[in-house]
């Protein structure tokens, strides 16, 4: 480090509240940043790594956020106690700052305009004409040449990874000196993260812009920087160059993190297993109408024929980006999409079957969905969302203590407390909920279970347990999954069979060892290329 | 978009139709018809005359039937004669109409005018001492009964101060602005206290919403100042859930605030209903109901189109 840092915070503490209720999300931390250097700040959720980003800049939720104490010098001057007109002067302009969700983090009735030329107008009284030109080179310098065109289109009108890089213009429109990325990749596929981080690393480069990188996940940190600074219950636990840390970690939180990865290999499975599910010429197709008589004039292809088979014990991973179509296939299979096509599920064909005929049926196949937030009904225990199975297929017992108990040792199964049954869902991390959405399913005894991103909400230590365990539930159980991913890291993981799914089509099907080891379509080499390296396609076959 | 308005009239007149049905079944099922209100009018008045005037009016047919007459008339702009006022039943509607426009335009106008910065006002710093004498007097004015209010600012300013008259629309002879306006200012003032509160608290709400999004973390980010972040960024998202109460407050412009209007002795469209219904007179009932169900149906199609405007992610087609 030289004399006087960009970046220097020493000290640093954040607490919510005051009194009885005072939580301290961050104790003491001291970090610094030099000139055109990247650090990575690295931690699990909660850790306060985002408090301490959103410090610098003072953009936390004051006055019932507060520094008991701490300093935050930028070039030598104190920020803490500076008057809101000097931060106002630097935010947006020295130090600029991404988010991790970029849809949200837009506002969405201003065009893609207006909200990158605000900043040049705030800070550099820029005229219309003159903002509009730089507007157009940002976009460019971005890569969103054809955005130019799209000057007037709305936030929502881009894809995720677009509106990502929308993000990135408006923070460099100044050209900062200190940008601040907090986990500016996590909402997106690995695809379109190897991009985003490529662009990023190529952008530090070119402007010289010293990079504060917020993440989770160390293998962006191993990829992007050269220092890291590892946080853990509000205090930096450990710190040092990164190849260092990765060589010899010495903080046991580190060790942690670090063989949090989700690794191993699935269990060996029989291959004359009986087969669970099985589908073949699977189409998904969702009409689109038009007109007053809202007549039907076409279809969009979300699945497209598509033929699989799936014995017991045998995960059957299911990769590609978002808006491939892997989604609506596990619905399909479950009958909770209209689809064509043949669908046997032990040995019968449900296909066609009736509401009451699905029924029973029902109990033996299950979902377990992405967002452990939204799928969970917040006014309903615990007790009460697992119970709910129960009861629809009178199962568990017919007193409320035998139903408690059969709860319980569901609970139990997936790792909770079987007394947490009386809590709601909003006392439980993210991690925890998705047990609890395993242990919804799981009481049911299913034989299958479509697993749509159960982990992609999660920190990377997180889905390593939830891998784990997975894994053992599958041993014990013998359960067949549909595992649905856009991480081939996960995949890796689980699956035993894996379906490469590109525009409602398969690009590649077949055992995973021979997939992972010989990947035959280029398009399935990018998807590991940027899981695995998080390296971005240069060849084309992955869109913006 | 002309399109989406097509598509939207054709709509609004087939409720109108079933509506203009549902009012008249209502309304068959009244107690009594006008021709009991003759009887007890005038006693000499047989069982035999009662029974020759109900065939005369056509009261002794299946409702159905007499639906259809009206109905064949009202398209042909026949909307027959309001029994209560002696005269066609557009000639007794217009006058409370415009009564009403003008009470209940006022009315709206002044308390978005005083509620919607009000509830922005809170909402910047909400649990401030600012948020909470805000929330005080919004909720004084939603809990206090618009009649007692009514009978107080009488008191007060009529009775005792002696400065603006009690009740009614003019004086004698008093064609002049004020002579008109002076009329106006208590009734107003009762309607505008009573409605203001629910309008600041809307917008409070919606702008703490608004104020706890992403985008406006982003804004500071940038270096926003207070007005840009407010003004700029969430006053627009804040807006389109209030529209959508504003929407609902313009069929209420046309059908009247009742109590107010009586306490005040006001000729409106509240009165006017009360009465016509009060009274069995069939037509003007009637019509003045669909009338206002035809603009309670053109307020939510305005506030559809405020909707595209201040949203430009909806598009209409």
């Not at chain 1, 009481?443 to 279970?449: E, R």
């Amino acid at each position: 480090m030289s004399a006087t840092p960009l970046l220097e915070i020493d000290g640093l503490s954040v607490s919510f509240g005051a009194g009885g209720r005072e939580v301290k999300a961050v104790r003491g931390a001291s970090l610094g940043i030099d000139k055109g250097e990247t650090v990575a700040l690295v931690g699990e959720s909660g850790s306060g790594k985002s408090v301490t980003a959103l410090s610098v800049l003072q953009l936390l939720p004051y006055p019932s956020a507060w520094h008991p104490q701490g300093s935050i010098r930028f070039a030598g001057e104190e920020l803490m106690g500076a008057g809101e007109a000097r931060l106002r002067d630097l935010r947006g302009d020295r130090i600029a700052m991404i988010f991790q969700e970029p849809l949200t983090s837009l506002n969405p009735l201003h065009s893609v305009e207006r909200q990158i030329s605000e900043v040049l107008l705030v800070h550099k009284l820029m005229g219309r004409e003159k903002a509009r030109r730089r507007t157009i080179e940002l976009l460019h310098l971005v890569g969103l040449a054809e955005a130019t065109e799209r000057l007037h289109a709305l936030p929502y009108e881009f894809s995720g990874g677009q509106q990502q890089r929308i993000m990135i213009a408006m923070a460099l429109a100044n050209e900062p000196d200190l940008l601040i990325a907090d986990e500016p990749t996590t909402a997106v596929d690995v695809t379109i993260q190897a991009q985003l981080l490529k662009l990023l690393k190529d952008l530090q480069a070119e402007l010289g812009m010293a990079l504060l990188l917020i993440t989770h996940d160390l293998g962006i940190v191993r990829r992007m920087s050269e220092r890291v600074y590892v946080m853990n219950a509000g205090r930096i636990v450990e710190q040092g160059k990164v190849a260092d840390i990765f060589a010899t970690p010495r903080h046991p939180h580190t060790r942690r993190l670090l063989a949090a990865e989700p690794s191993g290999r699935p269990e060996p499975a029989s291959r004359d297993a009986p087969e669970v599910m099985a589908a073949s010429q699977l189409k998904v197709w969702f009409p689109v109408k038009k007109g007053i008589l809202r007549r039907t004039v076409d279809h969009i292809k979300a699945v497209d024929g598509i033929t699989l088979q799936l014995r017991r014990g045998h995960t059957l991973g299911v990769v590609g980006e978002s808006g491939s179509g892997k989604s609506s296939l596990g619905r399909g299979l479950l009958r909770l999409e209209r689809s064509q096509g043949a669908i046997v599920f032990n040995g019968r064909d449900i296909q066609g079957a009736g509401f009451k005929e699905l029924r029973p049926l029902r109990k033996k196949m299950q979902m377990v969905f992405q967002d452990p937030f939204g799928s969970l009904s917040p006014r309903l225990s615990v007790g009460q969302i697992v119970e709910e199975g129960l009861l629809v297929h009178g199962l568990g017992g017919d007193s409320y203590q035998e139903r408690r108990a059969t709860i319980g040792r569901a609970l139990e199964e997936v790792g909770l407390e079987p007394d947490m049954q009386s809590r709601y869902p909003h006392e439980f991390s993210g991690g925890q909920r998705q047990r609890v959405s395993i242990a919804r399913a799981l009481v049911l005894k299913p034989d299958f279970i479509v697993l749509d991103e159960p982990t992609s909400a999660l920190d990377m230590s997180i889905q390593a347990q939830i891998v784990e365990l997975l894994r053992e539930l599958q041993r014990r159980h013998d359960l067949a999954y549909l595992f649905i991913s856009h991480d081939l890291k996960v995949v890796r993981a689980l699956a035993h069979e894996v379906l490469v799914m590109r525009g409602g089509l398969v690009v590649e099907q077949g055992p995973a060892d021979e997939i992972f080891t010989c990947p035959k379509d280029p398009y399935t080499r990018a998807l590991m290329d940027a899981a695995f390296e998080m390296k971005a396609d240069e060849t084309g076959v992955v869109s913006l | 978009m002309s399109r989406f308005l097509l598509h939207r009239l054709l709509q609004s007149l087939v409720v109108l139709f079933l509506m203009s049905f549902v009012i008249y079944w209502l309304m068959g099922l009244m107690p009594g018809d006008p021709i009991d209100l003759m009887i007890s009018a005038d006693p000499k008045i047989t069982s035999e005359d009662a029974a020759r005037l109900r065939a005369l009016y056509g009261l002794d047919k299946p409702i159905t039937e007499r639906y259809l007459n009206w109905l064949g008339a009202a398209v042909g702009g026949d909307f027959g004669f309001s029994r209560l006022y002696a005269k066609p039943v557009p000639e007794a509607l217009l006058p409370a109409l415009a009564n009403t426009v003008r009470l209940l335009g006022i009315t709206l106008f002044l308390s978005l005018l005083i509620g919607l910065p009000a509830g922005m006002a809170a909402a910047i710093r909400p649990y401030s001492k600012t948020d909470y004498t805000i929330n005080l007097l919004a909720f004084a004015g939603i809990s206090l009964p618009a009649f007692w209010l009514a009978l107080l600012l009488i008191i007060v300013f009529s009775v005792f101060l002696g400065v603006l008259p009690a009740g009614g629309v003019a004086a004698l002879g008093g064609d002049g602005f004020w002579d008109q306006a002076k009329y106006l200012v208590l009734p107003v003032a009762n309607l505008t206290i009573a409605s203001v509160g629910g309008h600041t608290r809307y917008m409070r709400a919606a702008m703490i919403e608004a104020l706890r999004q992403d985008y406006i973390r982003t804004a500071r980010a940038k270096g926003a100042g207070p007005a840009r972040v407010v003004l700029g960024h969430a006053l627009r998202n804040a807006l389109i859930p209030v529209v959508t109460i504003v929407s609902l407050d313009f069929g209420f412009l046309f059908s009247g605030a009742l109590i107010t209007e009586t306490v005040f002795a006001y000729p409106g469209m509240g009165k006017l209903i009360f009465d016509a219904i009060m009274g069995n007179d069939y037509n003007l009932a009637l019509v003045a109901l669909l009338f206002v169900t035809l603009l309670i149906l053109i307020g939510n199609l305005l506030a559809d189109l405020a909707y595209a405007w201040l949203d430009p992610r909806i598009s209409y087609r």
